[in-house]
């Protein structure tokens, strides 16, 4: 269970544009079986076992055409795949629209074009987009590729086999904190785990607020507001750089969580944080999860070179 992530879900059904019917899993502009008429109008990309056909509206190309700029087809592509959640996991054609700023069959072009290369799937039965399946060997293959992922997995484990609590870690993405490890407590009756690639709040979560503690203010979006507004925040910010410890507030549906930053010369370069519940994290095991917690982060840091402001 992931800490209050920042997208609610619309869940709204999206209408196709002009001349394509309301199931393009059944029929195509011209009334026929969508399986019938993908001879006649081009190859019909397959997202994956178990993805609708999708029908190509009227006057709509197979492709990108090679005129579009590269940059902007990139930028285009980028923005369509950015716009999915954890908590907002599909997308009508409308709301990629919307997101481009194009006209519908513009949109529709390039939703075409991600699901051929496997990074969009088609759903025929609620009109939406999502992931596509090529995203997982390349999420896998990101995280690899970050060094502080594998510098940290020793010290996740460790941590959590001490005080038997689920263990995460997570980095700054330009914009929030996003998780990139985790390592699940397996003991007790409730098992709380916590998805690579969910995006947490960035004053609400307890990593949101160790970057908000100790980035620089301009590279937190909205923060420079938020602080101005806000001497509880600043005051919370404050206690974070002092105790080298952060809280979620509120507590979201029973989980408690805290976190800790990990520093890389004098840089913040990750949060590690132990996601509990309420009970298991109650009376005198708090601070001793957070005691955990700080020496095993300053641990990771020394070994990265790294010491925590002062």
Known sequence: MAEQARFGDTGVADRMPAGVPADPSTATPGGVPAQASAGASGTVPAGGPGDAAEVVPAGVPESVPDDVPAIQTVRRAALILSGF?????????????????????????????LRAAGLLR??????????????????????????????????????????????????????????????????????????????????RSAQGRVFSAYLPVGEVPGLARRLRASAELRDLLKEVRRTGVAVNSPVDHGVHVLASPIFEGDQVVAAMAVVGTVASLAGDREPQAAAALLRVARDLS????????A
């Open 85 to 113: 959640t954890v908590e907002r996991p599909r997308l009508s054609l409308n709301e990629i629209t919307a997101r481009l700023g194009v006209s519908k069959p513009t949109a529709h072009r390039y939703a075409r074009a």
């Open 122 to 203: 088609y759903d025929a039965s609620s009109a939406t987009y999502s992931l596509g399946p090529q995203l997982l060997g390349l999420e896998a293959a990101a995280r690899a590729g970050l060094p502080i992922a594998a510098a940290a997995e020793p010290y996740l484990e460790l941590l959590m086999r001490e005080i038997n609590q689920t263990v995460v870690l997570s980095v700054w993405n330009g914009e929030c904190p996003v998780v990139v490890g985790c390592v699940d407590n397996t003991v007790g009756d409730v098992r709380l785990s916590v998805r690579t690639g969910s995006q947490l709040d960035v004053v």
């Open 302 to 309: 020394r070994d990265l070179g790294g010491t925590r402001p």
